[in-house]
């Protein structure tokens, strides 16, 4: 599991004309199951997905298809994350 923190690069106006684009790149990993959550960092300079990826190297590669990441609207930080407690309703991400 990865936590992945986007820090926004640009002013917030910039960040805004990219968030449908942004939106559907987010829906596609959610539908594939590799995404749990994501949203905004509050204050507003950036924002978290949580990622099911196999690998820190799958991140990166799915990471490239983020037009945030195209258009060099944020900076990345994946740090791989293994849960060694959970909310049972949390079970269906873990992957043994």
Known sequence: ????????????????QHI????????????SGLFIASGRKEPRTGGIIISNAQSKGEAQEIIKEDPFYIHQIA????????PSK???????????
């Open 20 to 31: 449908p684009e942004h939106n559907i790149f987010l829906q596609k990993y959610y539908d």
């Open 86 to 96: 959970y909310n049972e309703n949390f079970k269906i991400f873990i992957k043994d």
């Open 75 to 82: 900076d990345y930080e994946i740090t791989e994350f293994i």
């Open 1 to 16: 599991m990865f936590i992945i923190s986007l820090t926004y690069r640009v002013a917030l106006e910039n960040v805004e």
